[in-house]
Nanobody
Framework: QVQLVESGGGLVRPGGSLRLSCAIS????????MAWYRQTPGMQRDVIAQ???????NYEDSVKGRFTISTDNTKTTLYLQMDNLNPEDTADYYC??????????????WGRGTQVTVAS
């Protein structure tokens, strides 16, 4: 069983910064992709930053230059550094991992989310 637990969300003023963390535990044998998604009420969950095999990193256009995705050497913690936040960044943020376990060749794993509110 693989578990993802996000932390670091909260209330921040426009122009401020937050760092989200995602602790990854369990029986992942291989990690194919790691990503951060966000979702606002009534909208679909969209990917905003991802790390794919070969350490290829992609960002959604609205966060390019402001957000930075990274991981530790063991790939057991995923981070999202968010700078110059604006009210449009207010959302629930979710950690995502695609990987292989002992009994699943590929599976998707999600955290429960952490709320980020940008307001003055």
């Amino acid at each position: 069983q693989v578990q993802l637990v996000e932390s670091g969300g909260g209330l921040v003023r426009p122009g401020g910064s937050l760092r989200l963390s995602c602790a990854i535990s369990g029986s992942l044998v291989t990690t194919y992709a790691m990503a951060w998604y966000r979702q606002t009420p009534g909208m679909q969950r969209d990917v905003i930053a991802q790390i794919r095999s070969g350490d290829i990193i992609n960002y959604e256009d609205s966060v390019k230059g402001r957000f930075t995705i990274s991981t530790d050497n063991t790939k057991t913690t995923l981070y999202l550094q968010m700078d110059n936040l604006n009210p449009e960044d207010t959302a629930d943020y979710y950690c995502y991992v695609a990987g292989r376990t002992a009994d699943q060749p590929i599976a998707d794993f999600w955290g429960r989310g952490t709320q980020v509110t940008v307001a003055s």
